[in-house]
């Protein structure tokens, strides 16, 4: 990858980049295909022992798995679950050759940085680059809409970022904006278990790199569920309890400031090239 001012780099080949619409896809017609029904616009309001409480009435269940991640606060009692912290992504129209033999990427790597403020990249299948980062404000109150998967000025700071890692891609234009929120726990420390007395199960907190992770979620939950002793339920996040976000005005308080503090580090570490002090004593607050 040919970014600027880059002075060294990592390189895993353990690594893959999928379409996640089409995953999302793909697995609802297996899940259907198998016997399964979808019920799609059909909001959970509650989750209880062996009941799930909805706006169009209750189903009851043995287990009961809560993977709502980044809209788990809409459940009632865990509006301190998880916060709902954006990311928000563009997408370039498709590049010419060679604007992709100055950028790199021949090989479809994906990519980020070791700025605090996560940035992350990748060449589609088509030929675009499509770039994401967080920035966007956190909402008091957790509060999630569908008007917040776009951000005017933090699409903005995205494509200053782009720009400036890719100077040539300047030329092109921005085709496709979107976001969604991640779900974040109080100590960055992603988790899934089960409550055999209650059966009650979750998996989730994945903080924006769930993707993979919620497959792992999905087959260790699906030891638990049937009393299956495998290696993966052995795994350090199984069962492990975060503690609940501060109540608000802390919560946003907090998740704000951080956001601040994190991007003027980003600033000043650039300008001065030492590490921040101020960011690794934020990092070490948030248990990470
Ligand atoms: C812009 C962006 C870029 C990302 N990039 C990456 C990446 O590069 N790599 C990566 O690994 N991850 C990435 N992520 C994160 C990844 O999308 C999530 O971690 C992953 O989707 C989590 O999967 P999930 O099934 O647990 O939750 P989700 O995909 O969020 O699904 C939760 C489901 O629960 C439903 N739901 C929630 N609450 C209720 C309710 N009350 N009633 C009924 N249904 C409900 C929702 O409708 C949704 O269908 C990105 C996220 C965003 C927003």
């Not at 370039?92 to 990427?105: A, C, H, K, N, Y």
């Not at 569908?146 to 000025?153: I, K, L, T, V």
Request: charged fraction near 20%; charge should be negative; hydrophobic fraction near 35%.
């Amino acid at each position: 990858m040919n970014a600027t001012d880059v002075l060294g780099g990592t390189y895993t080949p353990h690594c893959a980049a999928i379409n996640p619409a089409r995953l999302v896809r793909s697995l609802a017609r297996s899940v259907v295909a198998s016997g399964t029904v979808i019920h799609e616009h059909t909001r959970v309001t509650a989750i209880e022992p062996g009941i799930v409480r909805t706006d169009h009435g209750s189903v009851r269940a043995e287990y009961i798995v809560r993977a709502t991640e980044g809209y788990t606060r809409t459940l009632k009692g865990h509006t301190r679950t998880l916060a709902p912290v954006y990311s928000l992504m563009l997408a370039t129209e498709p590049l010419p050759d060679e604007v992709w033999s100055q950028i790199g990427l021949a090989e479809r790597e994906t990519f980020s940085d070791g700025r605090h403020l996560i940035i992350y990249g990748q060449r589609t299948s088509d030929g675009r680059l499509a770039f994401g980062g967080r920035g966007a404000p956190y909402h008091f109150g957790s509060r999630i809409t569908p008007e917040q998967d776009r951000n005017a000025a933090v699409h903005a700071a995205l494509w200053e970022v782009l720009v400036d890692l890719f100077p040539i891609v300047s030329r092109s234009s921005v085709t496709h904006t979107w976001g969604g929120p991640l779900g974040i726990p109080r100590d960055w420390w992603a988790s899934c278990g089960l409550d055999l007395s209650t059966g009650l199960a979750w998996s989730g907190g994945y903080v924006g790199d769930g993707v993979g992770t919620s497959n792992l979620g999905g087959r260790t939950l699906a030891d638990l569920i049937t009393g299956t002793d495998s290696d993966i339920v052995e795994l350090p996040w199984v069962d492990h309890h975060s503690k609940p976000w501060e109540p608000e005005p802390f919560r946003w308080l907090g998740t704000n400031v951080g956001l601040r503090v994190m991007t003027g580090a980003d600033d000043s570490e650039a300008r001065t090239g030492r590490p921040s002090r101020l960011a690794a004593m934020f990092a070490k607050n948030l248990g990470h």
